[in-house]
């Protein structure tokens, strides 16, 4: 009955429309699923399910898309994308492998940049049969009519054949958890994005898909994003061809299109519906160390083991009393975990490094709950990159004298895609080559710190921004140097990393408690000027404020010549208005130290911009000037005439003066003018590539115009701790 119902609706001399297929293919669904239980012996299990095709007064709060989805799969009657199991999008039009139109699957590489395209034959997106078998189908026939997405926060995903491409998506200026990364492709957001605009970027331009399948992603989006889940499935239903998908962080696949009504296609449809819809929590993608947690009510008790509990179905957010409980090594007596308290940093794309950043309550069953708030970071690092808390540790090791500059870490933790067992890893899939680029997921903890615009005043803004300044140089240039000049051994203990994505948001301060000493002496941000004292020397007493260099998982450990490694150097990283002028182009060089010295100079004017210290606020960017540094169109071009003397730079002077904050006054006229000044006599001294000297010129330090000595000279500060170092150094830095 329900089948001949659905039948009728795709008969094309009716009038009835796609949403008409929704009530019989649920009722279809239920009896498929309940003779799935009956075949598999299962008569006992709880067959209560729930479908939502939009009806009702509920409303679904979604972040990437205003279009309801045709069906949701859910964990109980009330919609929700954090309870939701998966998600159907409908079609009835079958349209012919020849359509001129089309829409294609964007291709996401969150940060990869190649000079030289690939020009390999196009590939259609991988895809798998149900029988475990690889197939490739032919074209999946594309839509008729050019789809654009306009969203309040636009969604981004990558086929599992795709390649590299400059793509990116987290491009517009935003605020709260919205930023302005160019990798991840330009760490993360919204704006009016066209998918056909999206096609000329994509270094395949053959992922064709339709728009309900894009929907249908948007959705797989919508849940990963609402909750912590590691990857997320949905049904595309054309007609009666069923496609099932698949999408975590490394790739988005889909299965061979099965039709329900031919002779296995029933089977093939009951065993689908009961697997999505009967799943517990983990096999649905949800984070198999995510629990339950009932703390008691007394916030000075001991936390016992008895109040975590396994998730017996998703919270309704990840900050309904849940808990991160990772596993550690050894048969320890006492179980730490991780209360969630709030999401301040999401992942805005659907295949990348997925980072995302709660606050947390860090505690140990049996003892009582810290009141002191924790910071977890969860992210999907591509294999060859080093674990940010590896790094971090290496550099607190290497030059120790700088650690309190450095975030620190109570646990660094690792887990593999086959660890924690995602399905693509047992697909069994063929002739993937480089399509997949399989990922780990890192998990870092560390103290909270404040942002740079709660300094409170401008003498603390300065010594924070001048602690991150020279913490970056002794963590970048010391072994380098020290290798080219003495040879020494022991300067392979010491720090040689490049962080390659410095931005406002990686500047961070600290107040610590004036009850100790410290190695470290104070910067005099009065007179602009610090004491140079000697490692030996006395200690003073604690500054008030310590500026910490932090977000080091894009940076590169270099090599003994000072260069990234080949497994990096065409990873184009960084945040779009920061991001030096030459690594915004087509052909970008390697990335230079110098370039993090230019991103310091534009967090500087972006500062005193936007920052009100007396409040303790970021004010939201306004100025189409600084919006433009935001948009990948726009930042390099927009960012040319502040670096060049003439009619065109002293209008973006003129128009930047207006835009500084009194407070910043000082700043402006003693730092970031006489910065100005030292880039512009930099870049004017670099021949063209046509010109002989071209190729023996120092593009690294222009010539050694651009170095650390020389931006803390031109900001009249003297470098702390350099007095050991000198003595060991002959060349620049």
Request: hydrophobic fraction near 35%; charge should be neutral.
């Amino acid at each position: 009955m329900a089948f001949a119902q659905y039948e009728n609706v795709l008969d094309p001399s009716n009038t009835l429309r796609e949403p008409d297929l929704h009530a019989p293919f649920r009722a279809i669904a239920s009896k498929l699923v309940l003779d799935a239980h009956i075949v598999l012996g299962i008569l006992d299990a709880n067959l209560v399910e729930h479908f939502w095709d939009g009806n009702g007064t509920t409303i679904l709060s979604s972040k990437y898309t205003k279009q309801k989805p045709d069906l949701l799969s859910l964990w109980g009657p009330v919609p929700n994308w954090a309870k939701t199991r998966s998600a159907l999008e409908f079609r009835i039009e079958m349209i012919p492998n020849n359509a001129e139109s089309s829409v294609s699957l964007p291709v996401i590489s969150e940060d990869l940049f190649l000079p030289k395209p690939d020009r390999t034959p196009p590939r259609q997106p991988q895809e798998i049969s149900l029988n475990r078998r690889v197939k490739k189908q032919k074209d999946p026939g594309r839509h008729s009519r050019a789809a654009t997405i306009s969203t309040e926060r636009t969604s981004r995903i990558s086929s599992a054949d795709s390649g590299p491409s400059r793509f990116d998506h987290n491009s517009s200026i935003t605020s709260g958890t919205q930023s302005l990364k160019r990798r991840r492709s330009v760490e993360d957001d919204d704006d009016t994005v066209s998918v056909a605009s999206a096609l000329k970027r994509s270094r395949y331009a053959a992922n064709y898909i339709t728009q309900e399948q894009l929907q249908l992603a948007t959705y797989a989006l919508e849940c990963l994003s609402v909750s912590s889940r590691h990857y997320a499935t949905g049904l595309f239903i054309n007609s009666r061809k069923v496609t099932l998908w698949y999408f975590d962080r490394t790739a988005v696949i889909r299965t061979v299109a099965f039709d329900f009504g031919g002779d296995k296609g029933p089977t093939q449809l009951a065993l689908t519906l009961y697997a999505l819809n009967q799943c517990d929590v983990r096999h649905a993608g949800f984070n198999p160390y995510l629990y339950r947690i009932k703390l008691p009510e007394d916030k000075d008790a001991i936390v016992p083991e008895s109040v975590i509990h396994p998730l017996e179905e998703p919270p309704s957010s990840d900050l309904a009393e849940t808990c991160l409980v990772f596993p550690e090594p050894g048969n320890l007596k006492s179980r730490r975990f991780f209360v969630l308290c709030d999401l301040i940093y999401a992942y805005r794309g659907l295949v990348g490094r997925d980072s995302m950043v709660y606050e947390t309550h860090a505690g140990l069953t049996g003892s009582r709950l810290p009141k002191e708030i924790s910071i977890l970071k969860l992210s999907w690092q591509y294999l060859f990159r080093k674990h940010e808390g590896e790094i971090i540790t290496h550099l607190q090791n290497a030059i120790p004298a700088w650690k309190d500059h450095l975030p620190e870490l109570s646990l660094s933790a690792t887990f593999s895609a086959e660890e924690l067992d995602l399905p693509w890893v047992r697909m069994m899939l063929e002739d993937i080559g480089n399509r997949i680029k399989s990922r780990r997921l890192d998990v870092i903890a560390s103290r909270k710190y404040e942002n740079l615009w709660k300094a409170g005043s401008i003498e603390q803004f300065k010594q924070a921004f001048i602690d991150c300044v020279e913490c970056k140089f002794h963590y970048a240039c010391v072994r380098c140097q020290l290798i080219r000049n003495t040879g020494h051994y022991h300067a392979y203990t010491t720090g040689r990393v490049l962080h390659r994505d410095l931005s406002d948001n990686n500047l961070m301060l600290w107040h610590p408690k004036l009850d100790g000493p410290t190695d470290e002496p104070p910067f005099d941000s009065t007179s602009g000027n610090a004491t140079h004292l000697s490692m030996q020397g006395d200690a003073p007493d604690r500054p008030s404020v310590l500026g910490i260099l932090n977000d080091w998982d894009m940076a590169s450990e270099l090599t003994d010549e000072g260069e990234v490694p080949n497994s990096a150097a065409l990873h184009r990283t960084g945040t779009l208005p920061f991001m030096a002028i030459d690594l915004l182009g087509t052909s970008p060089p390697p990335h230079y130290y110098r370039h993090d010295l230019e991103s310091f100079f534009y967090i500087l004017i972006w500062a005193a911009i936007h920052y009100d210290l007396k409040n303790k606020t970021r004010r939201p960017t306004t100025s189409t000037m600084m919006l433009s540094w935001g948009a990948e169109a726009t930042a390099q071009n927009s960012k040319l005439p502040l670096l060049v003397t003439g009619a065109r730079g002293g209008d973006c002077k003129q128009g930047i003066t207006k835009l500084i904050r009194k407070e910043f006054n000082d700043v402006f006229v003693q730092w970031i003018l006489p910065l100005r000044t030292l880039f512009i006599t930099a870049f004017r001294s670099i021949p063209d590539s046509d010109q002989p000297e071209f190729s023996s010129y120092d593009h690294a330090t222009c010539d050694g115009q651009i170095t650390f000595q020389s931006f803390m000279t031109t900001l009249g500060v003297i470098p702390r701790f350099l007095g050991k170092l000198e003595k060991t150094r002959s060349g620049r830095t």
